[in-house]
């Protein structure tokens, strides 16, 4: 499992925001990466859709 933070920058404020934690299966069937994932999810609430950037978080766990 890979786990992903997902920032919204706002450059008017100069400020970035965490808005949701993405933890993607490896055998995803839907077979999106994190920055569509993301963009589908949350461009109806945030006006510049490419203002949403994914990290990776540093501490991927597994699981089993």
């Known amino acids: 499992m890979l786990m992903y ?5 706002d450059y008017k404020k100069g400020q970035t925001d965490k808005i949701a934690i993405l933890v ?4 995803d069937p839907r077979r999106q990466n994190g920055l569509k994932w993301a963009r589908g ?3 109806k609430r945030i006006a510049d859709v490419h203002s949403i950037f994914v990290m990776p978080r540093e ?3 597994k699981i089993g």
Do not use: A, K, N, Q
């Open 24 to 27: 993607e299966r490896r055998r």
């Open 41 to 43: 999810m949350f461009g």
């Open 59 to 61: 501490e991927d766990f």
């Open 5 to 9: 933070d997902v920032y919204h920058r």
